[in-house]
């Protein structure tokens, strides 16, 4: 059985179709969903790469990396939703860490999401790339093979513990707050149409600190689940690229992680996971000098944005439930041509990032070619959803899905299957750019992302 098979045979569009029924639960049975939590560490080992491998590896660390979720039971087979403190996951990797997941927790790979933080001091693994990298000989390595196993291992280890003691759970709340002071979006157009400026995650440039705003979603939402009256899972989502500075070889989960962690000492008998939304656009750059200051003013400002989410915090009896998948078969870019991206990965006098990025993309057409699709998720519980969609997508998607269903909160967690990179919205292909240049897939993403995202809002 190939991927492809593993991915249709055990987790189609049909099981998704078939979810409604099975997953619902009425209102005279809360009483029979129960929940589990684990956490286990992902720091990578000195030496390791950072980030593709192009940028300083690993020769300390400031914080540690985590990963963390939930386990909900009693609704069909268990769902699994993880968020880890990594760049991303790609490909066969994302797939690796589902399935490591769903197995501890004896279920199907389709009921797990795994969202990344995408902070950059952190590793971004494609075990496709890898091997890509691997062959090559003089190339540092994308992720340690050796490391990303014992990483699988440790998420099972957690989800297996984890279950040994399970709480019910009985009511749901949902929260936001303004955070003042740390998104903008990233992409400055001109007259032309075109973009003329990439204000990046940091930024020195007083234009950059002068111009708007622009695009961005400004509200954090919150989703808590609780036992009566006791909180013990709270999820955090704000759309932003969590770093400050990064490229020294420190190892940090950065201001949203240490933002996160400094909620979590405060509130040790709940877990607070925090999810990065549509940031794909966005970036603290207008507010960011990128100094060891900035870092401690943008955790400030997102843990006072956590705090003030927290407060509004209402829990209400779960009254419907259901988790719903949608697949969608990526489309590629044909800009990139794999025979092409070998030559300059083969060609020793090219830098790092010349040969490991375009990995990345060779990795990607592989998996297009072999119909691997992308899976998006989402749970929703009374008149919320948690959307889980994947790689850098644009904010646009987040600002649709919440206007195509506005009698529901909609919180969005993106960097799931990180394969395509950057996912752009069709309008920003011809004004170009950073993230348009490094898109693996073509516009027609779009409306397959939309379509995707509508089709599970429908199924609320
Ligand atoms: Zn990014």
Not at 19 to 46: E, I
Not at 92 to 99: M, V
Not at 319 to 331: G, K, M, Q, V, Y
Not at 407 to 415: G, L, S
Request: charged share 20%.
């Amino acid at each position: 059985m190939n991927r492809r098979d593993f991915i249709s045979g055990s987790t189609g569009a049909m099981v998704a179709g078939a979810l409604l029924t099975s997953d619902s639960v009425a209102a005279d049975k809360p009483g029979d969903l129960r929940l589990a939590t684990f956490r286990f560490d992902v720091t990578p080992p000195k030496g390791h790469s950072l980030c593709g491998g192009w940028i300083r590896p690993v020769v300390g660390v400031d914080d540690p990396l985590e990963a963390m979720g939930y386990v909900l039971l009693g609704v069909g087979k268990p769902i699994v939703v993880c968020a880890v403190d990594w760049t991303g996951l790609a490909n066969s990797a994302h797939i690796q860490w589902r399935k490591a997941l769903a197995d501890a927790a004896r279920t199907a790979i389709d009921r797990v999401a795994v969202q990344c933080v995408h902070q950059h001091n952190a590793p971004f693994a494609c075990m496709d790339a890898q091997a890509i990298v691997q062959e090559q000989g003089d190339l540092p390595d994308i992720v340690n093979p050796g490391f990303f196993a014992r990483c699988l291992k440790n998420a099972g280890d957690a989800v297996t513990k984890s279950l040994k003691k399970t709480t019910p759970v009985t009511h749901i709340a949902h929260g936001e707050a303004r955070v003042e002071k740390v998104a903008a979006n990233r992409r400055i157009i001109g007259l032309n149409g075109k973009l003329i400026s990439q204000r990046g995650s940091s930024s020195r440039k007083p234009e950059h600190h002068r111009f708007p705003e622009g695009l961005i979603d400004p509200m954090l939402k919150t989703v808590a689940f609780y036992n009566g009256n006791k909180k013990l899972v709270a999820s955090h989502f704000y759309a932003c690229h969590p770093m400050s500075y990064y490229g020294d070889g420190r190892v940090s989960a950065d201001f949203c992680g240490l933002a996160r962690r400094r909620m979590q000492k405060q509130e040790p008998d709940c877990l607070h996971l925090y999810f990065n939304g549509c940031g794909g656009n966005i970036g603290a750059g207008k507010y960011n000098n990128g100094s060891k200051e900035a870092r401690i003013e943008l955790t400030q400002r997102m843990f006072d944005g956590i705090t003030t989410s927290n407060a509004t915090l209402k829990p209400e009896p779960i009254r419907s439930f259901a988790w719903e998948t949608e697949d969608i078969l990526p489309p590629l870019d044909p800009r990139f041509n794999e025979e092409q991206l070998l030559v300059g990965i083969r060609n020793k006098t090219n830098r790092v990032v010349a040969r490991n990025r375009p990995s990345y993309t060779v990795a990607f057409i592989r998996r297009v070619k072999e119909g691997i699709p992308i899976t998006l998720s989402s749970l929703h519980v009374n008149d919320i959803s948690m959307l889980h969609l994947p790689a850098e997508s644009f904010i646009e998607y987040q600002l649709r899905a919440q206007a195509i269903a506005p009698n529901r909160f909609v919180a969005c967690a993106a960097y799931g299957d990180g394969g395509p990179w950057y996912i752009p919205v069709k309008e920003a292909y011809p004004q170009g750019g950073y993230a348009v240049g490094v898109a693996w897939c073509s516009p027609q993403i779009d409306p397959l992302m939309s379509n995707g995202i509508q089709t599970l809002l429908s199924r609320s």
